[in-house]
Structure formats: C-alpha cells, structure tokens
T-cell receptor, first 110, second 113 residues
C-alpha cells in the first residue's frame, strides 16, 4: 500500500531534550516536506527536500533541522525543543503536484 | 511567514445546501490547490488548478483559479454529512527555484443533517 508513515504518532517531552520524528514513504517520491499545524494558523511549511541531499527552508524553519540521506526517509530533528514547538506535525511526499500526507505526529513540549 | 487569507473560518450548513469558500493572497501563485482534512488524518488533495481562469470540477466540487493569480474559490454543491471537515487552500510558487507550498488557515465545515 502506498503510504507515508510517521513515528511516533504522539510524543510528550521536556524542554531541551533532543528528539527526532521519522518520516518514510514507499512511493519513490523525490519531493518531501514537513509541516506544522496550529489552531487558526493552518499548515505552515517547515522544510522541504527536492531530492536526496537537497533541502531548503520553508516558511517556519527556526528551531528545526532535517536531513535527506535516502530518498524514502526525511526525519525532522528538534535539537532543543521549546514549548512553542508544541504542535501537530505532518510529513508529506509528492512526485508532481499532489502531496500525500502522513497521519501526523502530535508533539507536546512541557 | 506568508499565509493565505481563507474565508469563512467556519460554516454550519444544512444537508443539501451549497457551500462557497475562498482564498486570497498578496502574492501570485503558479498553482492553486484545495485539500480536505478529516479529523485525525492528514489533508487529502481535492482539486489542483494550474492556470489563471481555470475552472475545474471533481464530482460535487468546483474550484477556480482567479484571473489575477492571487485568489481561488471552492464550491461544494448539495452538501452531505461526509463533507464535514477542514478545507484548506494552498498556493505553490516556483519562483527563484523554490518549491514552497503556502496554506490557508482553513475553513471548518459542519453539515447538519
């Protein structure tokens, strides 16, 4: 089944404790992206990647890092999480214009 | 960061009614997209629009790419209970070699049976 998977689905952590949210797709898509969704703000793009080893900032990249060492994986790294990064995070992948979204990761930073 | 102005923020309608929502931007986009998000899930693409003035339908959904390239609207005809969800517009710009997506703030639709 073609899909985008994210792990974990739920995470509660404390300020400053490094964490990684994994994202994997099995559709051989070149484009992958991370978004955060907050009430009243919709989805905001954090980082995207056009292909392996090619990443670029979206609209809200501060406090996040990404890497694209393999085509199928695009992990989101929070080196020192802060409470304002509490949010619902979505990974997406696409070949053309249609993005396929993962199920989301709900992160709470206390 | 840049965002799209989407309205209305929320709508309560009776089953069978038609629905209209729109999205405006201060920037020009090459592509306009409309997504629907069901509770607990990621957004799913409904319609993609590729050129100014384009009018595209997908079943009971119709969307248009504004002539100025700064706006788009979505109509849903004869709404049914499963239309409930959050609808997002998104614009994609490929200027300066970037491939960013900018999303609207969403329209939350509730359908009363």
């Amino acid at each position: 089944e073609a899909q985008v998977t994210q792990n974990p689905r739920y995470l509660i952590t404390v300020t400053g404790k490094k964490l990684t949210v994994t994202c994997s797709q099995n559709m051989n898509h070149e484009y992958m992206s991370w978004y955060r969704q907050d009430p009243g703000l919709g989805l905001r793009q954090i980082y995207y990647s056009m292909n392996v080893e090619v990443t670029d900032k979206g609209d809200v990249p501060e406090g996040y890092k990404v890497s694209r060492k393999e085509k199928r994986n695009f992990p989101l790294i929070l080196e020192s999480p802060s409470p304002n990064q509490t949010s619902l995070y979505f990974c997406a992948s696409s070949k053309g214009i249609e993005q396929y979204f993962g199920p989301g990761t709900r992160l709470t930073v206390t | 960061g840049q965002q799209l102005n989407q309205s209305p923020q929320s709508m309560f309608i009776q089953e069978g009614e038609d629905v209209s929502m729109n999205c405006t931007s201060s920037s020009i986009f090459n592509t306009w997209l409309w997504y629907k998000q069901d509770p607990g899930e990621g957004p799913v693409l409904l319609i993609a629009l590729y050129k100014a003035g384009e009018l595209t339908s997908n079943g009971r959904l119709t969307a248009q790419f504004g002539i100025t390239r700064k706006d788009s609207f979505l109509n849903i005809s004869a709404s049914i209970p499963s239309d409930v969800g959050i609808y997002f517009c998104a614009g994609q710009s490929t200027t300066s070699g970037t491939y960013k997506y900018i999303f609207g703030t969403g329209t939350r639709l509730k359908v009363l049976a």
